[in-house]
């Protein structure tokens, strides 16, 4: 079992940055992939990026250029820096962490705002 806890959300104005952390409950180095996923009001749930272990992170092209993922592996915490946020960037964050196998794991989720 892998539990993921966020932190980090809030309501902010467009164009602030904002960072999201994703403590997880086993050491990140046992993971095979980590990322975020986020859903919108309405929409479906959306894959933001993630990193493999080893690999390098892969971002959507709607994020490209603004979000940035990194990680602590001595604190076994994951990060989603997220930059010229904008209206459409509301949503509420999933951390996501998926095993060799396949199985994932997910967060709660914490709601980001972004509104003037």
């Known amino acids: 079992q892998v539990q993921l806890v966020e932190s980090g959300g809030g309501l902010v104005q467009p164009g602030d940055s904002l960072r999201l952390s994703c403590a997880a409950s086993?050491?990140?180095?046992?993971?095979?992939?980590m990322g975020w996923y986020r859903q919108a009001p309405g929409k479906e749930r959306e894959m933001v990026g993630y990193?493999?272990?080893?690999?390098?992170?892969v971002y959507a092209d709607s994020v490209k250029g603004r979000f940035t993922i990194s990680r602590d592996n001595a604190k076994n915490t994951a990060y989603l820096q997220m930059g010229s946020l904008k209206p459409e960037d509301t949503a509420v964050y999933y951390c996501?962490?998926?095993?060799?196998?396949?199985?994932?794991?997910w967060g709660k989720g914490t709601l980001v705002t972004v509104s003037a």
């Open positions: 996501n962490a998926r095993r060799l196998s396949g199985t994932d794991y």
């Open positions: 086993v050491s990140i180095l046992s993971i095979y992939r």
């Open positions: 990193f493999t272990t080893g690999g390098n992170a």
